[in-house]
């Protein structure tokens, strides 16, 4: 089972992130109802997938109340609602990260805005970093499971933590049938998918060599600066949880030239057509909203 996950420590600011939640929520439904049955958050590089909805209804983020602003290259700031393939899905092009110097409340406020809207499938996509010896620049991992070495696993508001007591819980944060659902829909698009546990570090630098050997040595695959927090809140809140990592470069220690930020968004340009194949075939084939979990 997960590990417990604590609520926030002020009743006062669990009662204002509510309220925030609502408030965001507010301002998009002005605009549209569309009640999304899946969630996508885009990582660095890969906001380009969002184009596949042209008929949607956009916002900047930082248009919207309370949102995080996007501070890093590849990360847009945008907010897409529409139908994808006839499935009403919400795209985040923009998510924000705790080396922004953002409170985990902040670096999740999409997902929970995303789960207010009515999403209950999410699929969090990032640029990672190959651990792996067998991994290259753009290929796709789809992960099993994850290391946090970000820290604090305190996410869940009093009212939150009482839901998830009521509901069913699953035994892993990566929904194993989602994740099967998604590498048949990579087979079917000839996108070859390698699976992996992902392991989340804080940032903003890459990690060191010696810290990839680390890394490996407990068991990571992939290395990335997000997703861990999203996903373990997005499945306390009873939704379905997927990641789909794009390798943009072998780790710190693996080769022998220097990263950098441009790689790693030019290889994710690449990794986000294969990113867009793969959805966009889960999507033709797949019942979202028949499959939503009734945890919560």
Same mark, same amino acid.
Request: aromatic residues 4%; glycine residues 10%.
């Given at each position: 089972?997960?590990?417990?996950?604590?609520?926030?420590?002020?009743?006062?600011?669990?009662?204002?992130?509510?309220?925030?939640?609502?408030?965001?929520?507010?301002?998009?439904?002005?605009?549209?109802?569309?009640?999304?049955?899946?969630?996508?958050?885009?990582?660095?590089?890969?906001?380009?997938?969002?184009?596949?909805?042209?008929?949607?209804?956009?916002?900047?983020?930082?248009?919207?109340?309370?949102w995080p602003r996007s501070t890093v290259v590849g990360h847009a700031g945008?907010?897409?609602?529409?139908?994808?393939?006839?499935?009403?899905?919400?795209?985040?092009?923009?998510?924000?990260?705790?080396?922004?110097?953002?409170?985990?409340?902040?670096?999740?406020?999409?997902?929970?805005?995303?789960?207010?809207?009515?999403?209950?499938?999410?699929?969090?996509?990032?640029?990672?970093?190959?651990?792996?010896?067998?991994?290259?620049?753009?290929?796709?991992?789809?992960?099993?499971?994850?290391?946090?070495?970000?820290?604090k696993r305190g996410l869940l508001t009093a009212g939150e933590v009482?839901?998830?007591?009521?509901?069913?819980?699953?035994?892993?944060?990566?929904?194993?049938?989602?994740?099967?659902?998604?590498?048949?829909?990579?087979?079917?698009?000839?996108?070859?998918?390698?699976?992996?546990?992902?392991?989340? @570090?804080?940032? $903003?630098?890459?990690?060191?060599?010696? +810290? *990839?050997?680390?890394? /490996?040595?407990? &068991? #990571?695959?992939? =290395?990335?600066?997000?997703?861990?927090?999203?996903?373990?809140?997005?499945?306390?809140?009873?939704?379905?949880?997927?990641?789909?990592?794009?390798?943009?470069?072998?780790?710190? @220690?693996?080769? $022998?030239?220097?990263?950098?930020?441009? +790689? *790693?968004?030019?290889? /994710?340009?690449? &990794? #986000?057509?294969? =990113?867009?194949?793969?959805?966009?075939?889960?999507?033709?084939?797949?019942?979202?909203?028949?499959?939503?979990?009734?945890?919560?």
């Amino acid at each position: 089972m997960p590990d417990p996950v604590a609520p926030l420590d002020s009743m006062t600011a669990a009662r204002t992130l509510d309220t925030q939640v609502r408030e965001a929520v507010a301002a998009i439904r002005a605009r549209t109802s569309l009640a999304p049955a899946l969630g996508v958050t885009l990582g660095s590089g890969l906001g380009g997938v969002i184009d596949a909805l042209p008929d949607a209804t956009t916002f900047a983020t930082a248009d919207l109340p309370h949102w995080p602003r996007s501070t890093v290259v590849g990360h847009a700031g945008r907010l897409a609602l529409g139908a994808w393939e006839g499935v009403p899905v919400v795209l985040l092009s923009g998510r924000s990260h705790r080396y922004e110097g953002y409170a985990l409340a902040q670096v999740t406020f999409a997902v929970r805005v995303m789960h207010a809207l009515g999403a209950r499938t999410m699929i969090f996509t990032n640029a990672v970093g190959g651990v792996h010896p067998g991994l290259r620049p753009a290929d796709l991992v789809l992960a099993t499971d994850h290391l946090n070495f970000i820290g604090k696993r305190g996410l869940l508001t009093a009212g939150e933590v009482e839901m998830r007591e009521r509901g069913r819980r699953s035994a892993t944060y990566y929904d194993p049938g989602l994740r099967a659902q998604l590498a048949d829909a990579a087979a079917r698009a000839q996108v070859p998918v390698r699976f992996g546990t992902l392991m989340g @570090g804080h940032g $903003p630098s890459y990690e060191t060599a010696a +810290e *990839v050997r680390m890394a /490996a040595a407990f &068991g #990571a695959d992939v =290395v990335c600066m997000s997703t861990v927090h999203e996903v373990t809140l997005a499945s306390e809140l009873g939704c379905r949880a997927a990641s789909i990592s794009c390798v943009t470069n072998q780790a710190t @220690g693996l080769s $022998p030239a220097p990263l950098s930020h441009t +790689e *790693v968004t030019e290889v /994710a340009d690449v &990794g #986000a057509v294969k =990113v867009r194949a793969i959805l966009a075939e889960y999507l033709r084939h797949t019942s979202v909203a028949s499959s939503r979990s009734t945890s919560l």
